[in-house]
């Protein structure tokens, strides 16, 4: 059996299964980032991210933004989880034949968003490779009454979604602002029953809530925010590297947050978790019901 | 200008300089893993290794060794701060094509090591990718007390090494054993002024060492413990990835150490750190002292 017949998601439950943890670990494998034991107030978080060249850049983009992605993704998990970031580390494969100037403005790039969330960069390794290959891990740290998983939605939440999906290979991937702020505001301000970022597509990384959270949802085509770069709505839904955030929040919550939204970045109420279906249901336009195979980006 | 002509270590030193830290930082770049600031008597350790096919390892060594080798290396950087590992962070590239068989027994191999320097396996990353690339971010924790860095070399030093060297890419760099319970020993039991793992050779990593320590040594080709893995002498001492433990103390704590050491881990007295020089000095066996040029494997 080979890779491509079981699937990314498949393979990564299977390696899973076969893990034990110590009572470190407050969340393991399966959320944005692990959650691990740190100080009385406070847990520590810790991801990681590959980015590949040909698969998650072009080279012909140049060094800057990459290095801008390469650091913005990691952020972005560690805002998913209701954190801060702090430290990371950065391994580097790259081809003897790479111009300097490339490698300067990658380091550039990862500089201004370390510079920009107060992240120190403390070490790394480089190494030859002939394909591009950014792997940068990264620290946070969560207030423990902040800590956020994707696995606490609960019948009746409403699905708050930020910023607009979709179309983000056009350009927007490699240049976005991790939702820190946005998440910050939120979990200091609410109480937040699952988070989750949008890398995998909006129906893959909703799906993940729900499976996490063993419950299912409806959600509406016309409050779903589409972004311009999109090509289409069944397209843009499934895209992923939006990096927005979806979020769930009591109902009650809901109507408070909507009043007091400090941000311009949009915020649109897409759904809610349901009583009793496990699946995820679109209504679109028309009024019907359709269906959701939760599928989004998956390597292999 | 290209990366070949600068050269790896140029290119880390250029990185470096542009970086700004803060006061979490006790050590950044420059030494086998970073040091934050994390509990009252314990500083946390933060180390990341990248391993691309058919530069550290070939595919045909199999699954298995490969995961142990992808796990270990990261374990002897936090040995050679004095520390004990704590949690792991993996990422994945392979091609769809490989079989699953390959990837159950690299996890196999990253989970013996884990298991036996209690590490907990926390999160990761896959994605596609042509040829196979695996990257372990691994964070450790070390009292304060026995924190060792490169830097801390006097004159008058005995230079130590574990072990044999030479020859490990034969077959001993996929399976080798961190030195872990040597380390700690050491840490806890004697003033150890500087260390560091044997990676890079041991002339280029001694050479770390002097230079972090802005110091010169004189070593003894009849003192080098040559593994009978090594072609020669002469490619022994440049080979790399040991994955011993080079280490300086004082004069009286070397008397001390080398009755008292308990391991059938060899320990062998190579030399010392000078008190004028600032090169790096081999004595062959027919006593003639050879100036060496500090070089062992880069990358480009």
Redo the contacts between chains.
């Keep these: 059996?080979?890779?491509?017949?079981?699937g990314?998601f498949n393979?990564?439950k299977r390696?899973s299964r076969?893990?034990?943890?110590?009572a470190?670990?407050v969340k393991?494998?399966g959320?944005d980032?692990?959650v691990?034991r740190y100080?009385k107030d406070r847990h520590?978080l810790?991801?990681?991210?590959?980015?590949?060249e040909g698969?998650?850049f072009l080279k012909s983009s140049g060094g800057y933004l990459i290095g801008k992605k390469s650091m913005s993704v990691n952020v972005s998990d560690i805002a998913a989880m209701g954190g801060i970031p702090?430290?990371a580390?950065?391994?580097?494969?790259?081809?003897?034949?790479?111009?300097?100037?490339f490698?300067d403005g990658l380091?550039r790039g990862i500089?201004e968003i370390a510079?920009k969330f107060?992240i120190?960069?403390?070490?790394?390794?480089?190494?030859?490779?002939?394909?591009i290959?950014i792997?940068i891990?990264l620290?946070g740290e969560v207030e423990k009454a902040s800590l956020v998983l994707r696995n606490g939605a609960r019948p009746g939440d409403v699905i708050f979604v930020t910023g607009a999906i979709g179309g983000s290979l056009n350009k927007r991937h490699l240049n976005f602002t991790p939702r820190v702020k946005e998440a910050g505001f939120l979990v200091k301000s609410y109480k937040i029953h699952s988070m989750i970022d949008v890398s995998d597509g909006l129906i893959a990384d909703l799906g993940h809530i729900l499976e996490s959270s063993r419950a299912g949802a409806v959600i509406h085509e016309k409050d779903i925010p589409i972004s311009r770069d999109a090509k289409n709505f069944k397209t843009a839904i499934v895209d992923g590297e939006d990096f927005e955030l979806i979020f769930t929040v009591s109902n009650r919550t809901a109507d408070r947050l909507i009043k007091k939204w400090p941000f311009r970045t949009r915020l649109s109420k897409i759904g809610h978790i349901c009583k009793d279906c496990k699946c995820l249901c679109l209504i679109s336009k028309d009024n019907k019901k359709q269906k959701q195979k939760i599928k989004g980006y998956a390597?292999?």
Tied chains: 1, 2.
């Design positions: 059996m080979i890779l491509r017949d079981l990314e393979l990564i390696l076969r893990i034990k943890l110590s470190c670990v393991g494998i959320d980032a692990a691990l100080k520590l810790f991801t990681t991210d590959m980015l590949i698969r998650h702090l430290a580390v950065i391994s580097l494969g790259v081809p003897p034949s790479l111009s300097l100037d490698v380091y500089r510079g107060k120190d960069l403390v070490g790394g390794d480089t190494v030859r490779s002939k394909k290959v792997n891990a620290t390597h292999f």
